[in-house]
């Protein structure tokens, strides 16, 4: 995908989604992220324009934190609130 504002540089990122996740805290995916050019806060942009930001990317639009929906059932010990600190983005690799 791509993303250009007036005046902005051409971007490309290319994704797979690896696991779709249903948790009592929402609906998630796991992606497999690859950048051709490599924009500041490429993935974090690409993202947030297809209306799906990363995970606790308050900055993209993400809420800051998670609240248990109220159909889906919490396991014993699980809070109805995760305040987010960081986002969920992680690099496993350069290659």
């Given amino acids: 995908m791509t993303t250009r504002g007036a005046g902005g540089r051409d971007a490309v990122t290319h994704y797979v989604v690896t696991r779709k996740v249903d948790s009592p805290y929402g609906k998630f995916a796991l992606l497999e992220v690859k950048i051709e050019t490599g924009r500041t806060h490429q993935i974090r942009v690409h993202m947030a324009s297809l209306g799906h930001p990363v995970v606790g990317d308050a900055l993209y639009g993400a809420p800051g934190e998670l609240k ?28």
């Fill in 68 to 95: 248990s929906q109220s159909n889906k059932v919490r396991k014993a010990g699980m809070p109805a609130t995760l305040a987010l600190s960081r986002n969920f983005c992680i690099r496993r690799s350069l290659s």
